[in-house]
């Protein structure tokens, strides 16, 4: 599966053509070949498979707060954030994110892929300690690699495995990475354990709010926030803007020094062409929304618990939910690809995750909810979902733990 290509002058001009078609026959036969499936502005399927948690994307407030900006600015940002492309809406959305976020200060990137590699390589050193939670999204292992510091693995939101981590190097200066809430599963982190560890070992907690933000605590303020802990010294939050907020970027929050910091020396900050002001001016206005929006978190937390209950009784695997990712067991990846396809079919987009997207090989259908779906769409969605599944993910469901 990971052939390298041919070192080029070594073979014929097409050979690493021939290498690339013989690996992606192996995914194909490992049922790991991906599709790009065109959305037109008018799809109809009910959607299961997106990020919109609260239904802002196409929020008439969102909408005409991004016109506005397109009116004024135009299309995009003109250069990078220390050329020409900061405006006032850059300036006005950090500010309103530092507060939502209960943090002295926080920047914002073009995605919440940059913001990761931003958030890691600011904190690291070659001389650091960082560890990793073992389900941790794919952006934060692939920053890990570029700041070449020693990277563990810990269990997946294991305290105890934590500490004896912390334990088995003392004096190292160290960098605990985790979610906050889990973009494959949905399950919360014990964020306050994973704290208390951290600040007794003196390491520094970096927590991805991308999945909770919008959707859990106070106002929307993410998981830290539900637990307390939002805006203390030792902790960096990035999440991003392309969820809850509907929109598209990431930021990065915590100290007004880690900000200056980054603003001097982030390499995906000071040479990325800056965030385009009508998306900008849009999540300002997703963000206002969402934070007085606890009707839209109540059904987020209303329709999950529904969900769970509807795909158990159908003898599907599937735990429960703590925000608005609903993880459903397939037996295969072959298997999850087939059960994608019906739903289609029977007009329900679901997200179809198999490795490498998943931290532990297992195959499953993710689905998400948006509050912005009529609510009995979004039953007979589910339905759908139990109503095409395979027989053997009902068995694979009912297996023993």
Known sequence: MNQELPHPGSHSPSAWLSTLERRAELRRAAGLRRTLVTRDADDQLCDLAGNDYLGLSRHPEVLAAAAAALRDYGLGANGSRLVRGSTAEHAALESELAEALHTPAALVYSSGYLANLAAMAALTSARTLLILDAHAHTSLIDAARLTRAETLLAPHSDPTALAELLEGHPGRRAVVVIESLYSVDGDCAPVAELHSICRRHGALLLVDEAHAVGVLGPGGGGVLAAAGLAGEPDIVVTATLSKALGGAGGVVAGSAQLIAHLVDTSRPFIFDTALAPPVVAGVRAAL?????????????????????????????????????VLSVLAPSAAAATEW???????????????????PDKQSRLRLTINAGVPREHFVRAIDVVVQTAPDAARQWGKAPA
């Open 288 to 324: 206002r929304l969402a934070r007085g929006s606890e009707q839209l978190r109540a059904e987020v937390a209303l329709r999950a618990e529904l969900a769970v209950a509807r795909l158990h009784a159908g003898g599907l695997g599937v735990a429960a939910a703590a925000g608005g």
């Open 340 to 358: 994608a396809t019906p739903c289609r079919e029977h007009g329900v987009a679901v997200g179809c995750f198999r490795p490498p997207s998943t």
